[in-house]
């Protein structure tokens, strides 16, 4: 087989990115297309079959879950197990908030984790450890917290719309859209700019000097 021109290399490796992210992502992009087409109920169900299913294609693949997987996926699934059993009317005003409060303290927790957990999920991503220096790990550190800030951001947000109603009628899209939105700046900033912030911040001296 020849090898792919420079043409056709760009196209491999975007379809691989959009694959990565659906892989990470898809429990939560089938939760929010599922809940404006079928309503809350039936969107749950078929999202928990959704991950239940994607969980055992790893078994099968012998292909390793990624640890973002496991935050996103696994801690969603254990949330609508949860409004299952205790019902939606319990749990569903303090679900959102909930779940964004989660997330904000494992990436705090997770800045200051060795190596920081950004730093973990690419090195996953790409198979390889990054070196140790002290720049990368402060890059790494401030990805992180910025990722905590993008969560406790949404978080304070649903609990505002949970408790004065101020958005009316717009409340329940408000909170459905704002994790997708803050999961998907994150994404972009790590994965696509995530190079370009490094030497930026470099040469700014924010991250001192490589050791």
């Given amino acids: 087989m020849s090898p792919a021109s420079p043409a056709q290399a760009p196209i491999t490796n975007g379809r691989s990115k959009i694959l990565t992210l659906l892989n990470d992502f898809g429990g939560l992009a089938a939760l929010w297309i599922l809940d404006s087409m079928f309503g809350h109920r039936v969107a749950i169900e078929l999202t928990l079959l959704f991950v239940a299913?994607?969980?055992?294609?790893?078994?099968?693949?012998?292909r390793p879950v990624p640890v973002l997987w496991w935050l996103i996926n696994g801690s969603m699934a254990v949330f609508i197990v949860a409004e299952l059993i205790f019902?939606?009317?319990?749990?569903?005003?303090?679900?959102?908030?909930?779940?964004?409060a989660v997330f904000a303290l494992l990436f705090l927790?997770?800045?200051?984790a060795?190596?920081?957990?950004?730093?973990?999920?690419a090195e996953q991503q790409q198979g390889t450890?990054?070196?140790?220096?002290?720049?990368?790990?402060?890059?790494?550190?401030?990805?992180?917290?910025?990722?905590?800030?993008?969560?406790?951001?949404?978080?304070?947000?649903?609990?505002?719309?949970?408790?004065?109603?101020?958005?009316?009628?717009?409340?329940?899209?408000?909170?459905?859209?704002?994790?997708?939105?803050?999961?998907?700046?994150?994404v972009v900033v790590s994965r696509f700019y995530g190079r370009a912030l490094f030497l930026h911040l470099s040469k700014k001296g924010v991250l001192g000097h490589s050791q």
């Fill in 53 to 62: 299913g994607d969980f055992i294609r790893h078994i099968i693949q012998r």
């Fill in 87 to 100: 019902g939606m009317e319990t749990l569903e005003p303090f679900e959102g908030s909930a779940t964004d």
């Fill in 109 to 112: 927790a997770g800045a200051f």
């Fill in 114 to 121: 060795r190596p920081p957990l950004i730093q973990r999920f």
């Fill in 129 to 186: 450890p990054f070196p140790e220096r002290r720049d990368l790990t402060l890059f790494f550190r401030y990805l992180t917290l910025f990722w905590s800030g993008l969560f406790w951001c949404v978080a304070l947000l649903d609990a505002g719309l949970s408790v004065t109603h101020f958005a009316g009628k717009y409340s329940g899209t408000l909170s459905t859209i704002a994790p997708i939105l803050a999961v998907g700046t994150g």
